[in-house]
């Protein structure tokens, strides 16, 4: 089973920094890695799949890059609703299984 | 618009077998690779994926809860059912239904989320 680990646990920034947040994966995973972002008391809203392409109506100032086994998420200059924990997920063919990494807690500083 | 809703007990006890229905709107379950997904969250934790069906009623489960999970769908209702055996403490959690965009890899919309607390 691919198992992902997400780098840091905790983030703390201010408003207008630039982030980035790793996910490296136990084994090649090609692009197939995807992002959310999870508000406190909120379901989690996909950010980007493919490892770098953006859904629909995210702003443009997230991104992310990589493929193999190391990923990033880059948020160019944090704005205040962008505080929220961060989760990268594979899904893994042989088990079938959507696996998701431990989740980054960005926080104002 | 696609919508997503759970709906189910609140707190359950120990040994209980837990139900949950997911009803959805917006998008239909008898064509393509479109599915159904659940996910939970214990309290302060990460995600875990349960199971997910498709369209087809090919089911997958996550394989360490493979023999208490089951998940089953009734497309006349545009609902997906997941029930949980033998519930634990351990198993508390905000537990979500969430819709995997047809022919990827990925879940797009999710529901609300329902807290299920297990305790005697």
């Known amino acids: 089973d691919v198992q992902l680990t997400q780098s840091p646990p905790f983030l703390s920034a201010s408003v207008g920094d630039r982030v980035t947040i790793t996910c490296r994966a136990s084994?090649?995973?090609?692009?197939?890695l995807v992002w959310y972002q999870q508000k406190p008391g909120k379901a989690p809203k996909l950010l980007i799949y493919g490892a770098s392409t953006l859904e629909s109506g995210v702003p443009s100032r997230f991104s992310g890059s990589g493929s193999g086994t190391e990923f990033t998420l880059t948020i160019s200059s944090l704005q205040p609703e962008d505080f929220a924990t961060y989760y990268c997920q594979y899904l893994n063919n042989d088990p079938y299984m959507y696996t998701f990494g431990q989740g980054t807690k960005l926080e104002i500083k | 618009q696609i919508t997503l809703k759970e709906s189910g007990p609140t707190l359950v006890k120990p040994t209980q077998t837990l139900t949950l229905t997911c009803t959805f709107s917006g998008f239909s379950f008898t064509t393509g690779e479109v599915g159904v997904g659940w996910i939970r969250q214990p309290p302060g934790k990460a995600l875990e994926w349960l199971a997910l069906?498709?369209?087809?009623?090919?089911?997958h489960y996550n394989p360490s809860l493979k023999n208490r999970v089951t998940i089953a769908k009734d497309t006349s209702k545009n609902q997906v059912v997941l029930t949980l055996t033998n519930m634990d403490p351990v198993d508390t959690a905000t537990y979500y239904c969430?819709?995997?965009?047809?022919?990827?890899?990925?879940?797009?919309?999710w529901g609300q989320g329902t807290l299920v607390t297990v305790s005697s």
């Open positions: 069906i498709y369209w087809s009623d090919d089911k």
């Open positions: 084994q090649g995973i090609a692009r197939y």
């Open positions: 969430a819709h995997r965009r047809e022919k990827t890899y990925f879940f797009d919309l």
